[in-house]
């Protein structure tokens, strides 16, 4: 199936009115994460920059950051999944590890600073395989977890991660323990 057929099957959760064909929305979506755009602010700049592929994905007109935003946010991430899944069937989950920092929400007391966490996710489990308490640097920490591991637990496996994980030093130990990464 092509891209275009499977984006078009996922159900729009948008009313009726609707300025962009929701299929248009992803494929831009997914071609500016191609093109190493790291946040959904980045998509609206990456379409207001090359004009040139919206009619190729069925838009008049560059949609916003809130246009995006928003359809990230009401759409079923199942739906997408599937759609996904269709057009990629030798996409292995088992094989992709994540990795994500949050920040906890109302950590900061006083002078105390805000609570940093690092968790490393099994994307087909949807559960995490580590976490830690980020002090210092984010990277450091995922070192740190990425060493507890061990080589059997990156054999073979994908990390990925936003942009703020793609440092040199840590793209060398997922290599060295059998994994890959974007960057390497």
Not at 23 to 30: D, H, V
Not at 58 to 84: C, F, M, N, S, W
Request: proline share 6%.
């Amino acid at each position: 199936m092509k891209l275009k057929e499977a984006l078009a099957k996922v159900p729009d959760p948008r009313a009726q009115n609707r300025q962009y064909p929701l299929w248009g929305l992803l494929a831009l979506i997914l071609v500016a994460f191609l093109c190493r755009v790291d946040s959904l602010r980045g998509v609206a700049r990456f379409a207001r920059e090359n004009p040139q592929l919206l009619p190729l994905l069925g838009l008049r007109k560059p949609p916003g950051h809130y246009t995006v935003t928003t359809i990230l946010h009401r759409l079923d991430p199942q739906d997408l999944q599937e759609a996904l899944r269709s057009v990629f069937p030798e996409a292995d989950l088992a094989t992709v590890l994540v990795v994500d920092g949050k920040v906890l929400r109302n950590s900061r007391k006083g002078n105390a600073p805000q609570v940093k966490l690092v968790e490393v996710l099994a994307l087909h489990l949807h559960t995490t395989l580590a976490q830690a308490q980020a002090e210092g640097r984010e990277s450091e920490v995922l070192l740190e977890l990425l060493g507890r591991l061990g080589a059997e637990g990156l054999a073979g496996r994908l990390v990925v991660g936003d942009a703020g994980y793609l440092y040199p030093k840590v793209a060398r130990e997922v290599v060295e323990k059998g994994g890959t990464t974007s960057s390497s």
